[in-house]
């Protein structure tokens, strides 16, 4: 069975700083991987996927995702954050041998930016 | 508009009472995703619609809850019988795309229901 897993549920950054919003996932198959970032009372928003090619994604508002094979993993990073990245972003994976297989979303990481 | 559109924004119903919720894909959208999002957890996957042809109900909890499409634009989610277990956001997505596997689904702003 295909699982992902966000193990923070918050993650705290000073604005101009680094982030980095952790994602491991478990699939059968080749896996396809998103994420996705939803602000208060408003719909997830895509942000950035990977299929194949590059193991580093660029994506929307200067986000960027790296797929490591090795570790199962497909963290999402920001050179420098901004307060407006404050919102819950979810990661998500497809993975199987069908077109058929669903995607599944993780839990969620709350991200706070503070100025 | 633009996007996806989904009403009513909010629903309280008494437990036992029968629910519909209403998605507007985006024009032109071929596939269609139902999720349900329980308070602080990720979207669950209920059901999946190709067009008009509903391609994947396993996600769907029960035989109380059902999904339709008819034409292939609006889809309506119907709970009968609620329960409070069912209290949740109800978020629809669609996509241009047929499948899953492109992964980039356009959100609606999703149905918060209160069962009492």
């Known amino acids: 069975a295909q699982s992902v897993a966000q193990p923070e549920d918050q993650v705290n950054v000073a604005e101009g700083n680094p982030l980095t919003v952790k994602c491991t996932y478990s699939?059968?198959?080749?896996?396809?991987l998103f994420w996705y970032v939803q602000y208060p009372n408003r719909g997830l928003q895509f942000l950035l996927k990977?299929?194949?090619?590059?193991?580093l994604v660029k994506g929307s508002y200067g986000f960027e995702a790296e797929f490591n094979k090795s570790q199962t993993s497909f963290h999402l990073k920001k050179p420098s954050a901004l307060v407006s990245d404050s919102a819950l972003y979810f990661c998500?994976?497809?993975?199987?041998?069908?077109?058929?297989?669903?995607?599944?979303f993780g839990s969620g990481t709350r991200l706070s930016i503070r100025p | 508009g633009a996007g996806v559109s989904q009403s009513p924004r909010y629903k309280v119903a008494k437990r036992g009472q029968d629910v519909a919720l209403r998605c507007d894909p985006i024009?032109?959208?071929?596939?269609l995703f139902w999720y349900q999002q329980a308070l602080g957890q990720g979207p669950e996957f209920l059901t999946y619609?190709?067009?008009?042809?509903?391609?994947?109900k396993s996600g769907l909890p029960s035989d109380r809850f059902f999904a339709e499409r008819p034409e292939g634009s609006v889809s309506t989610l119907k709970i009968q019988r609620t329960q409070q277990e069912d209290s949740a956001v109800y978020l629809c997505?669609?996509?241009?795309?047929?499948?899953?596997?492109?992964?980039?689904?356009?959100f609606g702003e999703g149905s918060r229901l209160t069962v009492l």
């Open positions: 997505a669609s996509s241009s795309r047929v499948g899953q596997s492109t992964g980039e689904l356009f």
């Open positions: 699939v059968s198959g080749n896996p396809y």
């Open positions: 990977y299929i194949t090619g590059d193991n």
């Open positions: 998500a994976v497809r993975g199987g041998y069908s077109s058929a297989s669903k995607i599944i």
């Open positions: 024009s032109g959208h071929v596939s």
């Open positions: 619609f190709q067009n008009e042809a509903q391609l994947d």
